[in-house]
Antibody
Framework: QVQLVQSGAEVKKPGSSVRVSCKTSGGSFTTEAIGWLRQAPGQGPELMGIVIPTFAPPKYTQRFQGRVTITTDVSTTTVYMDLIGLRSEDTALYYCASSVGRLASFDSWGQGTLVTVSS | DIIMTQSPGTLSVSPGARATLSCRAS??????LAWYQQKPGQAPRLLIY???TRAPGIPARFSGSGSGAQFTLTISSLQSEDSAVYYC?????????FGQGTKLEIK
């Protein structure tokens, strides 16, 4: 099963950007799909986008299109999520999670990264 | 996007009893439905996929049923460790969407 380890918590100013990393191991990096989801306090997870490294380009949900970019580094089996134009409503836990495809359940999850947006 | 509605919002059940959690979709999903368990301070954990197939390592006490737009997660012989929030997720149509969760309390 894939193991996913995310970077640490971030505190950002409104209008700035954040990068969260997700180091993967134990799976097939080039064929597993890695999704980024976020979870605001008291709410269910929300998908932001998903990528299958070297196999398919990232696909973003409409809500985050234009603000989120997902990139991959095959040499380090790491996936990155960049979110720009941060606002207070972006304060949430951000998760990476693995899946067998763009439309599937998520069978392994990272530990989560808290991003706090505050002036 | 497909809207997932879970009920009840909170469920209190005694140890050893059975809990029944519901999930309704705004349109038919065939069997493309998953259930997750999330404990405080932890990431969600996959319990069920394909509406009724248990993920590896998940006890047989957890069972999924349903089809179309109405699904159920049943947890039998409840234990204190089952106290958590449970989410359903559809992955029939992009983007996959989650319900708002059912909080299960073991009293």
């Amino acid at each position: 099963q894939v193991q996913l380890v995310q970077s640490g918590a971030e505190v950002k100013k409104p209008g700035s950007s954040v990068r969260v990393s997700c180091k993967t191991s134990g799976g097939s990096f080039t064929t597993e799909a890695i999704g980024w989801l976020r979870q605001a306090p008291g709410q269910g997870p929300e998908l932001m986008g998903i990528v299958i490294p070297t196999f398919a380009p990232p696909k973003y949900t409409q809500r985050f299109q234009g603000r989120v970019t997902i990139t991959t580094d095959v040499s380090t089996t790491t996936v990155y999520m960049d979110l720009i134009g941060l606002r207070s409503e972006d304060t949430a836990l951000y998760y990476c999670a693995s899946s067998v495809g763009r439309l599937a359940s998520f069978d392994s999850w990272g530990q989560g990264t808290l991003v706090t947006v505050s002036s | 996007d497909i809207i997932m509605t879970q009920s009840p919002g909170t469920l209190s059940v005694s140890p050893g009893a059975r809990a029944t959690l519901s999930c309704r979709a705004s349109q038919s999903l065939r069997n493309n439905l998953a259930w997750y368990q999330q404990k405080p301070g932890q990431a969600p954990r996959l319990l069920i996929y394909g509406a009724f197939t248990r993920a590896p390592g998940i006890p047989a006490r957890f069972s999924g049923s349903g089809s179309g737009a109405q699904f159920t997660l049943t947890i039998s012989s409840l234990q204190s460790e089952d106290s958590a929030v449970y989410y359903c997720q559809q992955y029939n149509i992009w983007p996959g969407t989650f319900g708002q969760g059912t909080k299960l309390e073991i009293k």
